[in-house]
């Protein structure tokens, strides 16, 4: 199995610009997660989905973020506009089943400047 | 809500050492427990697991047992080496549907 993909890797943008994040995961697996990794906040559960439906988003910080999963192997996280204190890692995981383990993707290093 | 408390960091060691990194949890009931490793620069893997009172997860040379009278889950090594050099993450599977993580632990093993 290729796991969990995400892409791209790295991302550098300018404040004010649109970012998209995308993640593919693992075939089978009906429940995906994004989560943001910064220093200062640790790992965050950002918004999880259930057979592609969004089950909670509390965890999106601001109405700037948003999340899609348009079908089962496919789902984007978008910010518009950017800021700077969005620079952060951004990752995707998938799991089984609700409270089953998660699978993480490589990330997604986002840089606003 | 849920939480998972797992000893702060930075930890570091020499090679062959012992190692532990404590982990608790409050989540009711009889939640899954999980250790997960994150290598610089990469997201995190599931390192091991244990979905039952008393059983003990092992990988790696890793292990951790589950221990629901003190709502513990420590992980331990008998003898580190440098390439387990990771931030670690205690979880647990205490809500419907998502994994409470650890603030996570930075490990370092010196040669």
């Not at chain 1, 693992?26 to 918004?47: A, D, K, P, V």
């Not at chain 1, 204190?85 to 290093?109: K, L």
């Amino acid at each position: 199995d290729a796991g969990v993909i995400q892409s791209p890797r790295h991302e550098v943008t300018e404040m004010g610009q649109e970012v998209t994040l995308r993640c593919k995961p693992i075939s089978g697996h009906n429940s995906l997660f994004w989560y943001r990794q910064t220093m200062m906040r640790g790992l965050e559960l950002l918004i999880y989905f259930n057979n592609n439906v969004p089950i909670d988003d509390s965890g999106m910080p601001e109405d700037r973020f948003s999340a899609k999963m348009p079908n089962a192997s496919f789902s984007t996280l978008k910010i518009q506009p950017s800021e700077p204190r969005d620079s952060a890692v951004y990752f995707c995981a998938s799991s089984y089943e609700q409270g089953f383990e998660q699978y993480f993707g490589p990330g997604t290093r986002l840089t606003v400047t | 809500g849920d939480s998972v408390t797992q000893m702060e960091g930075p930890v570091t060691l020499s090679e062959e050492a012992f190692l532990t990194i404590n982990c608790t949890y409050t989540a009711t009931g009889y939640p899954s427990l999980f250790w997960y490793v994150q290598y610089p620069g990469e997201g995190l893997q599931l390192l091991l697991k244990a979905t039952k009172a008393d059983d003990k997860g092992s990988n790696k040379g890793f292990e951790a047992t589950y221990r629901k009278e003190t709502t513990s889950f420590h992980l331990e090594k008998g003898s580190v080496q440098v390439s387990d050099s990771a931030v670690y993450f205690c979880a647990d599977g205490g809500s419907n549907y998502k994994l409470t993580f650890g603030k996570g632990t930075l490990l370092t093993v010196n040669p």
